[in-house]
């Protein structure tokens, strides 16, 4: 089988690494992420990642989330990650729970 390119690692590696944290320990993303809940867990069903022409990384999530006792909702993220120093960081970050209202 052949080997990921490299953008495919180094995006697979950020998003493992991001919602291990943001499920485990939220504080060590910084303030951005007051948020409301006390309790949340993602399951990743899909993700996507491709280069950009200014050599960034744009990564696409989609899955599923539990946060406290709501029911389960689906959700979709983006990531812009740019090599800043020898260090991989998000830059852009895009989030959208999949809720749609038919009535």
């Known amino acids: 089988m052949a080997e990921q390119p490299l953008w495919e690692q180094i995006g697979s590696s950020f998003v493992q690494h991001y919602y291990q944290m943001f499920d485990s320990d939220r504080s060590q993303l910084g303030s951005i992420y007051s948020l409301p809940f006390t309790k949340i867990a993602h ?9 950009t022409p200014d050599n960034c990384i744009l990564s696409m999530v989609v899955g599923q989330l539990k946060a406290d006792e709501d029911p389960i909702m689906g959700f979709h993220q983006s990531f812009i990650l740019k090599n800043i120093n020898d260090a991989w960081v998000c830059t852009n970050d895009m989030f959208r729970l999949a809720i749609h209202n038919f009535g």
């Open 43 to 51: 399951s990743i069903t899909a993700q996507d990642h491709q280069p």
